[in-house]
């Protein structure tokens, strides 16, 4: 992948339904160029999928967890995006120490969340993973 690659999944995060005239005048692409790079980027499992994100997924999980999971092999990137493919996952986080990846999710229900952790755990590559639900957030000046 390279930059123009990146951007244009940046635009596709932003608005998965953009219209790929508008997506090649953002990029300053031809239409044909954007549309043959998003068919290369599905054929190489880079884009998963296309979701829709609803303002009750941003606005409040019912249950939040952070899965630290440890990666054997060189598959981290490979599994990073596997993981951003699920619409439970909110966010991926590339670390040091014991844990190679730490994975924000966010379900509506403990049985989703199971559900989200045991396909997470059966990727080829992950090694051993540990999992903390977040009971409370506090931030700062609140």
Known sequence: MDDVDHRLIAALRFDARAALSDLALQLGL???????RIERLRAAGVILGFSVVLKD?????????????????????????????????????STNGRWDVIV???????ETLDRVLDRIRR????????????LSTRHPGR
């Open 104 to 110: 924000e999710l966010g379900a509506r229900d403990l």
């Open 123 to 134: 990727l080829d590559g992950v090694a051993t993973s540990e999992t903390s639900l977040l």
């Open 57 to 93: 997924d941003v606005s409040a999980d019912a249950v939040r967890a952070l899965m630290m999971i440890g990666i054997e092999g060189r598959g981290a990137d490979r599994i990073k995006r596997q993981i951003l493919g699920l619409p439970e996952a909110r966010a991926v986080h």
């Open 30 to 36: 031809s239409r044909t160029t954007v549309r043959s």
